[in-house]
């Protein structure tokens, strides 16, 4: 399964943007998806996961700020991020495991995207 991630960029701090992976299979709201970041020399940690069943976990650090969510009709899996911070800045990746369940740790998640790069200005 491939994963292509669009959405990322530029924008101040408080402000929003809305991720986008499109899977090559249609996966979403069949296996557990997610959204993870990492900055260079970090492992790579979780933002944001939705179960086959629609259950959704966010980290701390996403919680009340951003929503992960699947568009069944187009096969996308997005994250909404709302008031940005300069500390969200990092390369943002969208991951899909071969299971319905998730689990938090990056490898549990079989297939990758390239990321997409987030930057916060403050």
């Known amino acids: 399964v491939e994963l292509v991630e669009s959405g990322g960029g530029p924008v101040q701090a408080g ?3 809305r991720l986008s992976c499109v899977p090559s299979e249609h996966i979403v709201s069949k296996r557990c998806m997610a959204w993870f970041r990492q900055a260079p020399e970090n492992e790579r940690e979780p933002v944001a996961n939705i179960d086959a069943d629609g259950k959704t ?3 701390d650090s996403a919680k009340g700020r951003f929503t992960i969510s699947p568009d069944n009709a187009t096969n996308t899996l997005y994250l909404q991020m709302n008031s940005l ?3 969200d ?3 943002y990746f969208c991951a899909a495991s071969s299971a319905r369940l998730c689990r938090w740790h990056y490898t549990y998640y079989n ?3 390239q990321g997409t790069q987030v930057t916060v200005s403050s």
Do not use: I
């Open 15 to 17: 402000g929003s943007l």
């Open 57 to 59: 976990y966010y980290a």
């Open 85 to 87: 911070k300069p500390e």
């Open 89 to 91: 800045t990092t390369t």
């Open 111 to 113: 297939y990758w995207g």
